[in-house]
């Protein structure tokens, strides 16, 4: 028999509809537009109310959270990919308003788009693919095969039998593990509420608050955070240059 507290959970069930022969989460669809929404309106009225002066609360924590952004892209990326820092701004807040959605109480109506594998996974097609594509804009696509799938510069050339399979395998553990990372932590977290709900009531008034609270302040913040930040280092190890530093430290080692 299945324990009570499991039979009372329900795991992976989504407000479904069948278009073309494909399975559509209508939940999540619902709730990355709203998390979508929230974020282009919040943009608009920062737009209508950006101020050269003395700024608002609004607008000073918008750009404390740019400039942020644009320092760390600048140092590991470069001033070439200026592009990274509204993508970066962008995706964090996305995904923060999407990992909040799920601690207001809407009796399930609205969930946290970011607990369904499908909403991360497409985060993460995206910015694998934008990692691709800038690595072969940056190196020209000979040193970006040379680099990310071969062998580092230097190296003899009879490793690139052993170094190829395990450099393919990496960087298709790239996009399952920041699909993963996100969904987990996200689905973890509404599971949670769950089974707060199944406490007796004075005490899960309780537990409900507390968990929300550090939900929302450590838990969604930090996940939006880890993977705007990894989109930047990914974009970094893209596009570093190895091949000058090497050389140089060969020549040196030969001198």
Known sequence: MRPLVLSQIEVGNHWTTHILGMSLYLDSVVSSLVAFSIVL??????????????????QAFIEMVWQTVDDYVMRMIGPFASWAVPLCTVLFFYILVSNWLEL??????????????????????????????TSIRQRGFKRYIKINYLHPAGMPRVFYVLLAPINIISQISYPISLTLRLFGNMFAAALMLQIIALLPLYLSW??????????????????????????????????????PETDSAVEAATA
């Open 206 to 243: 309780a537990f409900n608050g507390v968990w929300k609270l550090f939900e929302g302040v450590f838990v969604d913040v930090i996940q939006a955070f880890i993977f705007a930040l990894l989109t930047v280092i990914y974009l970094s190890m893209a596009t570093m240059e190895h091949e």
């Open 104 to 133: 207001i109480p809407t009796g399930g109506r609205l969930t946290s788009a970011t607990a369904d594998v499908n909403d991360t996974a497409a985060l993460a097609v995206i910015v694998i693919f934008l990692v691709h594509f």
């Open 41 to 58: 309106g919040a943009g608009l009225y920062l737009r209508h109310v950006t101020t050269a002066g003395v700024p608002g609360r609004f």
